[in-house]
């Protein structure tokens, strides 16, 4: 079974939500069988590469919020976090571009570091000091190489602006196509979405849901017909 994640690295329910998909996930009894696929997804495609401003910043001017009700929804989206487990900074982090990061992760899917890369990532933005956005496309380096990707190769992939581009445009198109107007946005087998950060039990019901409504494989034909098996191919007697 399959499953599509669609988010972004500077969704603060993207970053709760892969928490409480694998906390389902672990529990699942057919997690071995389970494949995840993270999906790009940019919340402000529109801002510039170094167009950077701090959280607080943004909340105010995008949604027309007041100071504090800005801090009081980074205070809760904290509590939310922290209930998970996962450190989250209230204050003092940056805002910016993804495009690039989200180039980075099709490199790391190839070399099947993407998850890793996805997590050092979320880590970054949400939990440390330092920014994602002021530092340049050395501290992206940095977080390849933390997730196991050859530094000069993804120093290589943020220079060429094209590598990559239309795997994320791809990505974007289909969430488009499948009515994804948020993230994180989960699709289980193309056939059941899940949209935001749900408590783990909402996952857990739609593994459990998505797993058993596969359709088991019909065979026609008869069982005693000839077929080669491991022992090889069995040769007719005259």
Known sequence: MRVEIWSDIACPWCYVGKARFEKALAAFPHR??????????????????????PVLTMLTKKYG????????????????AGAEGLPYRTRGRDHGNTFDMHRLLHFAKEQGKQDELLGLLYKANFAEERSVFTEGDERLVELAGQAGLDPEAARKVLADPTAYADEVRADEREAAQLGANGVPFFVLDRAYGISGAQPAEVFTRALTQAWEARSPLTVLGQDDA?????????????
């Open 226 to 238: 000839d077929t080669c098996g491991p022992d090889g191919c069995a040769v007719p007697q005259k």
């Open 65 to 80: 919020m007041s100071e504090a009700q800005a801090e009081a929804g980074e205070d809760n989206l904290g509590a939310q």
């Open 32 to 53: 071995d069988d389970v494949e995840v696929v993270h999906r790009s997804f940019e919340l402000d495609p529109g801002r510039a590469k170094g167009d950077v401003q």
